[in-house]
């Protein structure tokens, strides 16, 4: 299994900052996953991250809007940029792991903006 | 049509008593299937994995597959109190390897004492 960690676990935020999200986790992984869970809905994939890659993204989601880091393979950051009332949501980083490469998810980050 | 489709319930059943959560998938090519459990305020935890046509069992869970219908179904057996939550299937096209996993909606299951 891989433990996995993120920060910070909830944040309200004004409209039009940004907001950088840690995720760390417990054991080396190729790919690492940003999700986002709307209120009352089901889980969107934002982007696929890679180590010494570029990002992947999913459609609907740019570059501009959402960068990610990965500078190594426990380690990988998301950023929320001048964000809207809209961008309130649950993000979540996910890995697989193990030799059934099972996906497991972080606990979370947790924000509002106002 | 939506890519993984689930009935958003609530589910509710008495304690006990067996719930049947079902899915359905549009992508033909899907070859790995997943059900997760997420508690109110938690990140999804995985409960079961499968992958071929048929049945698996693991505990009171029992995952079923029919590739030829699309379709995915979870069963829990004794349903109890503590299974109340959302479960959300989820597929995946490729098996092994990079591939995404594309969620449904998810089914909230309300299991009643």
């Known amino acids: 299994s891989a433990v996995i960690s993120q920060k910070p676990s909830r944040d309200i935020c004004q409209r039009g900052t940004s907001l950088t999200i840690q995720c760390q986790v417990d054991?080396?992984?190729?790919?690492m996953f940003w999700y986002r869970q709307q209120p009352g809905q089901s889980l969107t994939l934002i982007a696929t991250?890679?180590?010494?890659?570029?990002?992947?993204?999913e459609s609907g989601f740019v570059i501009d809007k959402f960068p990610i880091s990965r500078p190594n393979l426990t380690f990988s950051t998301l950023t929320v940029s001048n964000m809207s009332p809209e961008d309130s949501s649950i993000y979540l980083c996910?890995?697989?792991?193990?030799?059934?490469?099972?996906?497991?998810f972080g606990p979370g980050t947790r924000l509002l903006v106002l | 049509q939506k890519e993984v489709e689930q009935n958003s319930g609530p589910l509710s059943v008495p304690e006990g008593a067996i719930a049947s959560l079902n899915c359905t998938y549009s992508?033909?090519?899907?070859?790995?299937f997943f059900w997760y459990r997420q508690y109110s305020g938690k990140s999804p935890e995985l409960i079961m994995s499968?992958?071929?046509?048929g049945d698996k069992e693991d505990g009171r869970f029992t995952a079923q597959l029919n590739k030829a219908s699309q379709y995915v179904s979870l069963l829990i057996r004794d349903s109890q109190p503590s299974d109340s939550a959302t479960y959300l299937c989820?597929?995946?096209?490729?098996?092994?390897?990079?591939?995404?996993?594309?969620f449904g909606a998810g089914t909230r299951l309300a299991v009643h004492p």
């Open positions: 996910s890995v697989r792991a193990g030799s059934q490469e099972t996906q497991y």
């Open positions: 054991s080396q992984v190729t790919m």
């Open positions: 991250a890679n180590q010494g890659s570029e990002a992947t993204y």
């Open positions: 992508d033909r090519v899907s070859q790995s």
């Open positions: 499968i992958y071929s046509n």
């Open positions: 989820a597929v995946s096209p490729f098996s092994g390897g990079y591939n995404k996993l594309i």
